[in-house]
């Protein structure tokens, strides 16, 4: 088990920086997706911060179950 | 012409309560201009600040992707070993992933300046696993661009369908034709205090 951690920990050093592709499609789908639920920029702009905290709090969850789950097999 | 209007001398009270005016002029053409080029509706229907969001957004994701995929990972292809279905998300985007089909149709693709066979489909027949030019060897060139490109494609064509809806039905928090319901009719049950 610790060295499936530690190879689960290695995947993750490694590809960490992959991650930040995910920024750009984060703050595009929040803007696209609020400016086809409203009208003005100001809701616009806000209904994108909530959802891109939305995505950003699944994807947290979806990480830390994976990693978890990587490190225990 | 369609219109959702509301009265435009209340103030904006939420963000769920727009109360603004909204021609959408003719939404049929505007959801055709949106699928041509992302925010051309919205620009046609005069709601400039979307169209700029919508265009900036779409097309930039659009553009980031097949720079990521160096121009190849937008190609439609329905051969016997390849079918592409990431094209069909990808087609969303309208005018800019069709040259795609073009490049599908020639025996020869048309050779462009930055990125050679832009668009063109990959070879499979006859094309062994190191040359550059076959699907296996543009994914192992590429590595995971060729995943991010593809990606990165296929939500700008998926986010432009909400951008087409947009376009024709107008935002889905905006009220629709509340300029009479506003108004009160008269009950006639008004009680009066007789003396």
Same mark, same amino acid.
């Given at each position: 088990?610790?060295?499936?951690?530690?190879?689960?920990?290695?995947?993750?050093?490694?590809?960490?920086?992959?991650?930040?592709?995910?920024?750009?499609?984060?703050?595009?789908?929040?803007?696209?997706?609020?400016?086809?639920?409203?009208?003005?920029?100001?809701?616009?702009?806000?209904?994108?911060?909530?959802?891109?905290?939305?995505?950003?709090?699944?994807?947290?969850?979806?990480?830390?179950?994976?990693?978890?789950?990587?490190?225990?097999? | 012409?369609?219109?959702?209007?509301?009265?435009?001398?209340?103030?904006?009270?939420?963000?769920?309560?727009?109360?603004?005016?909204?021609?959408?002029?003719?939404?049929?053409?505007?959801?055709?201009?949106?699928?041509?080029? *992302?925010? %051309?509706?919205?620009?046609? $229907?005069? /709601?400039?600040?979307?169209? #700029?969001? =919508?265009?900036?957004?779409?097309?930039?994701?659009?553009?980031?992707?097949?720079?990521?995929?160096?121009?190849?990972?937008?190609?439609?292809?329905?051969?016997?070993?390849?079918?592409?279905?990431?094209?069909?998300?990808?087609?969303?985007?309208?005018? *800019?992933? %069709?040259?795609?089909?073009? $490049?599908? /149709?020639?025996?020869?693709? #048309?050779? =462009?300046?930055?990125?050679?066979?832009?668009?063109?489909?990959?070879?499979?027949?006859?094309?062994?696993?190191?040359?550059?030019?076959?699907?296996?060897?543009?994914?192992?060139?590429?590595?995971?661009?060729?995943?991010?490109?593809?990606?990165?494609?296929?939500?700008?064509?998926?986010?432009?369908?909400?951008?087409?809806?947009?376009?024709?039905?107008?935002?889905?928090?905006?009220?629709?034709?509340?300029?009479?319901?506003?108004?009160?009719?008269?009950?006639?049950?008004?009680?009066?205090?007789?003396?």
């Amino acid at each position: 088990m610790t060295s499936a951690a530690t190879i689960a920990y290695l995947l993750f050093a490694v590809r960490v920086n992959d991650l930040w592709y995910a920024l750009p499609l984060i703050v595009v789908v929040s803007l696209v997706y609020s400016a086809t639920r409203h009208e003005l920029p100001q809701p616009i702009v806000s209904g994108a911060v909530r959802m891109a905290a939305w995505i950003c709090g699944f994807m947290a969850i979806g990480f830390a179950v994976l990693f978890a789950v990587s490190s225990m097999l | 012409m369609s219109s959702r209007t509301v009265p435009t001398s209340e103030p904006v009270v939420s963000a769920t309560e727009e109360h603004i005016e909204i021609d959408l002029k003719d939404p049929a053409f505007a959801a055709f201009l949106a699928w041509l080029m *992302p925010g %051309l509706g919205h620009w046609y $229907q005069g /709601r400039t600040h979307k169209a #700029v969001i =919508f265009f900036v957004c779409v097309f930039g994701t659009f553009v980031y992707g097949l720079y990521l995929g160096e121009g190849r990972v937008v190609y439609a292809s329905w051969r016997d070993n390849d079918h592409r279905l990431f094209y069909l998300c990808q087609v969303g985007v309208g005018l *800019p992933a %069709l040259p795609a089909l073009i $490049q599908a /149709r020639r025996e020869q693709p #048309v050779q =462009f300046p930055i990125y050679k066979d832009f668009m063109a489909p990959p070879k499979i027949v006859g094309a062994g696993p190191n040359d550059p030019d076959s699907l296996d060897g543009l994914q192992k060139r590429l590595s995971h661009f060729w995943e991010m490109g593809t990606v990165y494609t296929a939500i700008a064509g998926l986010l432009n369908i909400l951008v087409i809806y947009d376009a024709w039905g107008g935002p889905a928090y905006s009220i629709a034709g509340k300029k009479e319901d506003d108004e009160k009719p008269d009950s006639g049950g008004e009680k009066e205090d007789k003396p």
